[in-house]
């Protein structure tokens, strides 16, 4: 077995990694859709605050994976690979 976790898995579609710093304007622009937030943790409630939640959401994701010396895990941010363009995250 590996020493350290994968820090980034690709599909055909997809590139799963971590989440970077870079990724706040993007993810925030997830986050303020109201159609997307209704199946997050308080839903369209946080519409409003989508900049916010995203820099501290971002930065506890990434902080996951440098846990326990570079050991760690966390939610992986999606990416579309033709476009580049990050689409969510997900956890598995």
């Known amino acids: ?3 350290h976790p ?3 898995i690709r599909t055909d579609r997809l590139l799963l990694r971590t989440f970077e710093q870079t990724d706040v304007e993007a993810y925030a622009a997830i986050r303020a859709k109201p159609e ?3 199946y997050l943790p308080d839903g369209k ?3 409003n ?6 820099e501290k959401t ?3 994701f990434a902080g996951l994976w440098s846990e326990r010396n570079g050991k760690g895990y966390g939610p ?7 476009s580049g363009k ?5 956890g598995l």
């Open 58 to 60: 971002v930065a506890g």
């Open 49 to 54: 605050r989508a900049r916010e939640i995203a």
């Open 36 to 38: 997307v937030v209704r």
């Open 1 to 3: 077995m590996a020493d």
């Open 45 to 47: 409630d946080t519409v």
């Open 6 to 8: 994968p820090t980034s």
């Open 86 to 90: 990050l689409i969510g995250h997900l």
């Open 76 to 82: 992986w941010a999606v990416v579309h690979r033709s």
